[in-house]
């Protein structure tokens, strides 16, 4: 499981390289953002688009790390797949989780500046 | 529009010997959902495929403890009414059954970020994306049986 960052001002952008976020990787996820979140990173999109399965244990990852940047910060979802949305339709977590499409899309309603050199 | 579900011989057993590791186990799920998602379609197919991969990763988890000296035995039976998923575990016994049909409608109810629960949603998903679930303890062996009707 590795996660390709990128810095787009005051918002980091990051993409999960795997199709799958589930029991098997989910802990791992859950360190390498938590250590970004650790690093003061405080508006933080988890593009997804690559993740065409996500288990409960993947999902409870999302919620755990969305609490941990709590209301100092922002933590949404861009480029969700079919299956990935949804479980969060299922288990009406799309209530609270917000979700763009694209990154790019999520980047703007973080009030993002450029990407940095 | 999703895909329409494959034709189907009259049936089709599938046995999967999973081994007791969190990590390795996800294979042989990507594997299984393939599988139920050719026999079910999208629609029908990916809830029944998640909840089928939350029974085996509860069995490797809770009642296995993660002991990888054990297997969980999976069975797919397939049929031109439906397709049932057994998943059978030597874990100690467990009112498994109970505590599907006990899980609320939803498990994020709650709006305040603070309160949302990080664990416990495998059973709602297993009773979600079900048409039906059957607990059996057979011998030294949980036996959770999952339904999912074809075109309902």
Excluded: W
Excluded at chain 2, 117 to 137: A, M, N, V
């Amino acid at each position: 499981m590795n996660l390709e960052k990128k810095v787009l001002g005051e918002v980091i952008a990051l993409r999960m390289d795997g199709t799958r976020l589930d029991a098997g990787v989910a802990v791992a996820f859950k360190e390498s953002v938590g250590t970004e979140i650790s690093n003061g990173a405080r508006h933080v999109i988890l593009d997804l688009g690559a993740v065409e399965f996500m288990d409960s244990s993947g999902l409870g990852a999302i919620v755990a790390l969305l609490k941990r940047i709590g209301r100092d910060g922002d933590l949404v979802l861009a480029g969700t797949r079919p299956a990935v949305r949804k479980l969060l339709q299922i288990t009406r977590i799309d209530r609270i989780l917000t979700q763009h499409a694209t990154v790019d899309e999520a980047a703007r309603a973080l009030g993002a500046g450029p990407p940095a050199a | 529009m999703s895909a329409a579900p494959s034709p189907l011989p009259e049936d089709i057993k599938l046995r999967l010997s999973i081994r007791s590791d969190i990590g390795r186990a996800q294979s042989e799920l990507t594997g299984l959902r393939t599988l139920i998602l050719e026999l079910l379609g999208e629609d029908r197919g990916e809830p029944f495929a998640l909840a089928c991969s939350e029974a085996v990763n509860n069995a490797i988890l809770h009642a296995h403890r993660g002991n990888a000296a054990l297997t969980v035995e999976v069975e797919v039976k397939a049929s031109a009414a439906r397709v049932d998923v057994s998943v059978c575990d030597v874990g100690p016994p467990f009112d498994l059954g109970g505590r599907i049909a006990a899980q609320a409608d939803t498990p994020y109810a709650e709006l305040d970020t603070d309160m949302l629960p990080e664990s416990g949603l495998g059973l709602f998903l297993i009773k979600q994306g079900s048409d039906e679930t059957h607990y059996e303890r057979i011998g030294d062996r949980n036996c959770l049986v999952l339904i999912r009707y074809r075109g309902r």
